[in-house]
């Protein structure tokens, strides 16, 4: 089991999330449920996705949840481009937010594989 706290990747996901809160906030009320509600539930699940597989027992599980937490970025990429397009985001914040979540999609891929070579190592172990 790992702490979530030790990962850098933790803490880029949770300041993400609250840029994000942030952000959203000023999003009009008739997107309360729609963009704002799934942009919001994207950007937590990616820190909640790393925290889960660090409280599980071993990295295989930690990769499953950490290609969820993957898949969540990936849907906030999108959810960013489409507030951008309807102009509920600036295109300076839109870029920023995008230009975070590229980079936090880059830290899981990356932490990602460093496991996977990790799991491999030692599997060639009896």
Same mark, same amino acid.
């Given at each position: ?11 880029? !996901? ?18 309360? @449920? ?24 071993? #990295?295989? +599980? ?12 990936? +849907? ?7 507030? /951008? #397009?309807? /102009? ?20 899981? !891929? ?10 491999? /190592?030692?599997?060639? @172990?009896?």
């Amino acid at each position: 089991m790992q702490s979530a706290d030790n990962l850098r990747v933790t803490a880029h !996901a949770r300041s993400l999330a609250t840029d994000l809160y942030r952000l959203t906030s000023t999003f009009p009320a008739s997107e309360r @449920y729609g963009l704002t509600s799934q942009m919001r539930r994207a950007a937590v699940s990616i820190g909640s996705n790393i925290s889960e597989g660090c409280g599980r027992t071993g #990295d295989r +599980e930690l990769v499953r949840f950490l290609h969820i937490a993957l898949g969540s970025a990936s +849907e906030l990429e999108f959810q960013i481009l489409i507030s /951008g #397009d309807l /102009g509920l985001l600036t295109e300076k914040q839109s870029a920023q937010l995008t230009a975070s979540t590229v980079q936090l999609k880059r830290m899981l !891929a990356s932490l990602i594989k460093a496991l996977r070579k990790s799991i491999q /190592g030692q599997s060639s @172990y009896p």
